[in-house]
Nanobody, 118 residues
């Protein structure tokens, strides 16, 4: 069973930056796509970024960047110019395919809280 563990969350001021890390226990990690999602209080979980097994990314918001280190079974999410409304729990997830659809992600981390002060 794959385990994912996020870290790096914490209080950040609006306009600030933060980098999240996700470490996976998966064998053959380099075969899997990874993604970041977030869920704000009272809202549905939403897609943030996807990264292919070879490091290609799909990130709708240009303030964010994602990368991976397959040798360390780790993915990163760099977030810049954060806004108060982006206060959320941020999750990483693993999938056999690169997709924005959370239903296709088979393993999820517990999430890390990112409060953004106004």
């Amino acid at each position: 069973q794959v385990q994912l563990e996020e870290s790096g969350g914490g209080l950040v001021q609006a306009g600030g930056s933060l980098t999240l890390t996700c470490v996976a226990s998966a064998r053959a990690f380099s075969n899997y796509a990874m993604a970041w999602f977030r869920q704000a209080p009272g809202k549905e979980r939403e897609f943030v970024a996807a990264i292919s097994p070879t490091g290609g990314t799909y990130i709708p918001d240009s303030r964010f960047a994602a990368s991976r280190d397959n040798a360390k079974n780790t993915v990163y999410l760099q977030m810049n110019s954060l806004k108060h409304k982006e206060t959320a729990v941020y999750y990483c997830a693993l999938s056999p395919v690169v997709t924005t659809h959370e239903s296709q992600y088979t393993s999820w981390g517990q999430g890390t809280q990112v409060p953004v002060s106004s």
